[in-house]
């Protein structure tokens, strides 16, 4: 077996390129529900720890989760947060109106998957857990589970340190 070693990966013209130095994962099994006006952390088994190799590192975090819902009108609303508190927050963004990273509404039934994705400089090299929250406007929202009772599924999230 060979062992490559290099200090940096570089483009024809000398400049370095960006790598992955590191990736945390985490998927929830199981099956929970929201039905509160308050946002929540969806689950623990979604968090994911990483302290930074670098200050000057971007972090790239991803959920997908497997949501239902099978209330008329209903709205679900999504934040990915850092330490308990929104990060990256949407340009003139209001707490009070439900701003987030993500929305789905329905007006009869839902099934699918929705994504958060966002990015942000690391900053300096402190450790940090990111966690996605929701709340519902009206009707009960599902994780992994249709209506409580079938069509299982999975949610994950990763986290990526990208070198710069």
């Known amino acids: 077996m060979s062992t490559l070693k290099v200090n940096a990966l570089q ?4 400049n370095n390129l960006s790598r992955v130095l590191q990736i945390v994962t985490a998927q929830k099994l199981d099956a929970a529900s929201v039905n509160s006006s308050s946002f929540g952390e969806i689950a623990t088994d979604l968090r994911c720890a990483i302290t930074p190799l670098f ?6 975090i991803q959920a997908n989760l497997y949501c239902t ?3 008329n009108s209903s709205v679900g ?11 990256n927050s949407p340009t003139n ?14 007006n009869a039934n839902f099934m699918g998957t929705t994504l958060i994705q966002t ?16 709340r519902t406007i009206s009707g009960t929202m599902y994780i992994n589970i249709w209506n409580n009772t079938d069509y299982r599924g999975i949610s994950c999230i990763s986290v990526m340190e990208i070198a710069q």
């Open 93 to 106: 963004f209001e707490a009070a109106n439900d701003d987030g990273h993500a929305v789905i509404y329905t």
């Open 11 to 14: 483009d024809t013209s000398g």
């Open 77 to 87: 609303m999504f934040q990915m947060r850092k330490d308990g508190s929104i990060f």
């Open 69 to 71: 819902m099978s209330s």
């Open 55 to 60: 200050s000057t590192s971007k972090l790239l």
């Open 119 to 134: 990015i942000e400089t690391a900053g300096n090299t402190t450790a940090r857990t990111y966690s996605p929250y929701w």
